[in-house]
C-alpha cells in the first residue's frame, strides 16, 4: 500500500513524496507512480509534519463551554468533579472519538492523553487512526485501599495493553500530581516504569497554590520533593510546570525531565505564564499541549503555537522571543522526541504523520512566508488532508463517518448533564 | 428588498428574522414570508451581530507574514516602512479588497481603518458592501510644510466625501500618534473634528518608550499632554492604551474617551499587557481592534476574543475576568458606540449586520453555551454567511469575486516586495 503526493510544497521548494506503508519512503521532485499506489494532487498546498499534542485530556471534549469564566476552586468542585464522576467507558469512547476527529480536522496526528475510562480511549484510538500515548491513571488521594485498587488497575491494563495492542497506542503513566497522589503510588509508578521502559507523565507546578501547599506539607519545593523520592529521570515529563524556581528547573535539567506548557489552558483559568526562555535555557526540552477541552476550549494546535510564542513575547517584552519556526518544531519534532515517537518531522524514514495545508485560504495571502502564516495567521481550519501511520484520516477536508460521531457524542455528553 | 431568515438561534431561542432595506425589521418566532423575500434557512446556525473591528489598517494585509518576530524599531525601519514608502493608492485597493475579504469570511461587517491613499480604501469598501470609517490621515514628523500639505489633503479628502459619500463610510481623523503629527496639527485636527462633528482615532501609549519620550518632551504624561492641548473630548478614541497611570485614566473617563484594546499585535511586538480592569473601573469604553495584519497577523475577531479575554484573566491570575458574553459585547455593541454606529446588536431597528455561525462545526460541540463556544472554541471560519446593511455578503461561505481579489492582491504584494 502505497500512497504519493504530487507537487507539494515543502519548505518552500515543490515535490513529490512517497509513502511506503507507515513510513516517508522517498522526497524528491518527480518520482514515478507506483502501481496501485493512491494518488494525492498538493498543488496549492503546504506539506507539515501531523502536530503532536504533548498533554490534553480528550474525552472532556464533552464538557466544553460546560463551565466557564469561574473561580477555579468551584469549577471543579461545582462543576468537573460532578460530572467525571458520572463518566463511563462508553462516554469516554464517544468523547475521544470526538476529539479525535477534532484533531483530524485540525491536523494534530499524536496525542498524550490522561484520563480515567482509557479501554475507552483505547478503543476510540484503535478505531481513529491516531498515535496517541494513552496514560493509565493513578490518583489515590492518599487512602491506601484506593492506592492498592489502583495500582492493580495499571497492572490489568499494562496486562492487556501487551496482549492486544493496538502498534499507534503507547502506554504511559499517568500518577495526576503530588497533590492527589501518595509518596507510595509514585515510587511505585517510578519502579513500574524502570521495569517496563514506559514513560510517565504527570501535573507539575500548574499554580502557586500547588508550590505553597508542598513547601508546607514537605518542606520543600515540588521538583526538591519529587527529586527525593527518586521519581525523576528522562522518561519523566510534565504538564505546566510554570511555578518553578531556578533550582528546580536546574535539577529537571540535569534529569532530563520535559515540560509541556499549555498556554491557553493556563491563561484561561488564570493559572500564570510559562517562562518559555529559562526553561529553554535550563536544558529542558519543551512540548506544546493544548490541554483538556473545559480549560482551552479547542485542541486546535495551530492557535495553541500562537498563544504560545505571543505570550512568551509579551512575557519578555522581546517580539524576537520564539519565533515561528522554534514554536512550530516544538509542537512537532521536540513533542515526538518527549514521547519516543518516530514522527514530527518530514524526512525520509520517518513514520507518515502528515498534513497538507491549504495555500489558497485567505489566511495564506499573500504568502510571505509559509511557517509565520502557520504560526500567527493559520487555523487548524486551513488542513486539507490529514494522514497518520501512512493512512489518509481526512482528504480534502471529508472524515468518514465524522457526522455520526458529532451526533452520538452530544448525545452522551447530554446524559451526563442532564 | 427583505430578507427572511428562517429557524435561527438566537440567545438559545429558535426564531425568524426580517430585514428590510438595510434594518432589521422583525424579530419574532414565526414570520410570514413576504413576497419576493430573500430566504435564508438558519437551522443549525446561530445569529450573532456582525463583529466590529475597533482598529486596523488593512491594505497591510499585503505584507502579512513579511517581517516577523523582529526587533520593534529594526522591524518598522527596515522592512515596513521602506515598504510602505511604495505603495499606492491602487495597491491600497487591492490591499483593502483582501482584507474586506478576510473580514467578511470571519464575520466582521465594521472595521475602523487608518492609512494612507485613503481614496483606494474609500474604493475598496464602496464595493465590499461593509460598513468602514475610514480616517483622513495626518503624520506631519513636526515638519511644517509636510503639516500645511496634509491639513490641506484632509480638507479636500472631506470635501470629496461630501460629495460622493458612500453612507457605509464615516470620515474620521486620524492623526498617527503624539511622536509623529505637532502640536499645531493636533490642535487643528481637534478643531476640524468640532466643526463638521467628526470622530477622531489615534495611537496612545502602545510602548513604554513613548510615555518616557513624551516625559522627556513635554514633561507631562501623553494624556496629559493632550488635556493640556484641549484635544480630549468624547469623538476622540485610542488605539492601545496600554502604558497609562491611574490619573491618565481618570482624565480619559472624565473627558468621554474611549481606547480600542489590540492584544494580538500587543503581544507578538512585546509592547505590554493592555490593563482592561482598570481601564473599565475609570468609567472608559473599551473596544477590540485586531491592528494591522503585519503584526496579527490575521483579522479575525474571534481569535482576537479569546486573545483580549485570556490575556486579561492571566494578567490579573484571576479566570472570572472578561466573561465570554463581556469580550463578545466588546466586539460588537461596545465598538459600535465608539464608532457611532446604529449596529452591533440583534434588534428591532437595528442595522442588518448581521453573522450566521455553523453550529455543526466540531468548536461547537457538544453546545453546552454557545457564546463561550464562539469566544473560547470557534474561530471566524465557522461563519456561513455574512449580511451588511441589509444585503448578503457571503452565503453558505460563498464570497462572489473572492479568487480575483486574492490573485490581484498577491499580485500587488509581488511588486511592493520585489
Not at 108 to 114: E, G, I, R
Not at 141 to 151: C, G, S, V, Y
Not at 223 to 234: A, M, P
Request: glycine content about 8%; proline content about 3%; hydrophobic content about 40%.
Amino acid at each position: 500500500m502505497s500512497i504519493l503526493i504530487q507537487n507539494v510544497l515543502l519548505a518552500d521548494q515543490s515535490t513529490d513524496l512517497l509513502i511506503e506503508g507507515n513510513r516517508i519512503a522517498r522526497i524528491a521532485p518527480e518520482i514515478p507512480e507506483p502501481s496501485g499506489a493512491t494518488l494525492i494532487d498538493g498543488s496549492h498546498q503546504a506539506i507539515l509534519p501531523g502536530l503532536h499534542n504533548g498533554h490534553t485530556h480528550a474525552a472532556m471534549v464533552l464538557l466544553r463551554g460546560y463551565a466557564d469564566d469561574m473561580p477555579l476552586h468551584q469549577w471543579l468542585t461545582e462543576k468537573i468533579w460532578p460530572i467525571e464522576a458520572k463518566m463511563t467507558e462508553e462516554s469516554v469512547y464517544w468523547g475521544t472519538k470526538l476529539a479525535c476527529v477534532e484533531m483530524i480536522r485540525t491536523g494534530t496526528t499524536f496525542f498524550n492523553d490522561m484520563y480515567w475510562h482509557r479501554q475507552g480511549s483505547v478503543r476510540a484510538v484503535t478505531e481513529m487512526g491516531l498515535h496517541a500515548s494513552l496514560a493509565g491513571v493513578v490518583i489515590d488521594l492518599f487512602d491506601k485501599a484506593k492506592a492498592r485498587e489502583q495500582r492493580a488497575e495499571v497492572e490489568n491494563a499494562f496486562a492487556v495493553a501487551q496482549e492486544n495492542s493496538c502498534d499507534r497506542i503507547q502506554f504511559t503513566l499517568g500518577p495526576h500530581a503530588i497533590y492527589t497522589v501518595s509518596e507510595a503510588s509514585l515510587r511505585w509508578i517510578a519502579e513500574f516504569a524502570t521495569q517496563h521502559d514506559l514513560l510517565i507523565h504527570t501535573h507539575l507546578s500548574e499554580t502557586q497554590k500547588e508550590v505553597d501547599d508542598c513547601l508546607a506539607q514537605h518542606g520543600v519545593r515540588p521538583v526538591e520533593y519529587l527529586e527525593r523520592i527518586g521519581f525523576l529521570g528522562s522518561r519523566v515529563s510534565f504538564g505546566h510546570g510554570i511555578w518553578l524556581d531556578e533550582r528546580e528547573r536546574a535539577i529537571l535539567g540535569e534529569r532530563g525531565c520535559a515540560i509541556v506548557t499549555n498556554p491557553c489552558a493556563n491563561m484561561k483559568l488564570g493559572s500564570g505564564m510559562f517562562a518559555f526562555a529559562d526553561t529553554a535555557k535550563a536544558g529542558i526540552p519543551i512540548g506544546l499541549g493544548t490541554d483538556g477541552t473545559s480549560s482551552n476550549n479547542n485542541l486546535d494546535l495551530f492557535e495553541e503555537m500562537k498563544f504560545a510564542a505571543l505570550l512568551e513575547k509579551v512575557r519578555t517584552m522581546d517580539p524576537t522571543a520564539v519565533p515561528a519556526a522554534e514554536i512550530l518544531r516544538t509542537a512537532t519534532a521536540e513533542n515526538a522526541k518527549i514521547f519516543r515517537l518516530d514522527s514530527g518531522v518530514v524526512e525520509e524514514g520517518a513514520l507518515a504523520d502528515l498534513i497538507l495545508v491549504n495555500l489558497r485560504a485567505l489566511a495564506y495571502a499573500p504568502g510571505h512566508n509559509f511557517v509565520s502564516d502557520a504560526v500567527y495567521s493559520g487555523t487548524g481550519y486551513h488542513v486539507n488532508t490529514t494522514i497518520c501511520d501512512g493512512k489518509i484520516l481526512m482528504r480534502d477536508r471529508e472524515i468518514p463517518g465524522e457526522e455520526e460521531i458529532r451526533v452520538k457524542a452530544i448525545e452522551c455528553s447530554g446524559f451526563l448533564t442532564a
